[in-house]
């Protein structure tokens, strides 16, 4: 059974930085693409960013325009493990941060074409 734990949530002032990670288990990644979510109270799950582990998209990132130059998507392949760096932190970043996986390695943006979900991590940014 395919599992994702969240970590590195918390409470930080504007400007500040923070890591999440998000560590998988119990399948095979090889192909797999990840990707962070994050969903703000009273609005909808809004794509973050996505790296891809398969051999014809390895290393490929997508950011979406608001993180571009903020938040730097990474994985470590050992540890079947994907980080979500983020930098200059503002109060509109502040949601719950979801981690995915898609075993196929095609999801991009749309939340729909990932498998398996993480359980979110609290990301609070305090202006």
């Known amino acids: 059974q395919v599992q994702l734990v969240e970590s590195g949530g918390g409470l930080v002032q504007a400007g500040a930085s923070l890591r999440l990670s998000c560590a998988a288990s119990g399948g095979t990644f090889s192909n797999a693409a990840m990707g962070w979510f994050r969903q703000a109270p009273g609005k909808e799950r809004e794509f973050v960013a996505t790296?891809?582990?398969?051999?014809?998209?390895?290393?490929?990132?997508d950011y979406v325009d608001s993180v571009k130059g903020r938040f730097t998507i990474s994985r470590d392949n050992a540890k079947s493990t994907v980080y979500l760096q983020m930098n200059s932190l503002k109060p509109e970043d502040t949601a719950v941060y979801y981690c995915?996986?898609?075993?196929?390695?095609?999801?991009?943006?749309?939340?729909?074409?990932?498998?398996?979900w993480g359980q979110g991590t609290q990301v609070t940014v305090a202006s």
């Open positions: 790296i891809s582990w398969s051999s014809w998209r390895i290393g490929n990132r």
């Open positions: 995915a996986l898609d075993l196929r390695g095609f999801a991009r943006f749309d939340p729909n074409d990932y498998d398996y």
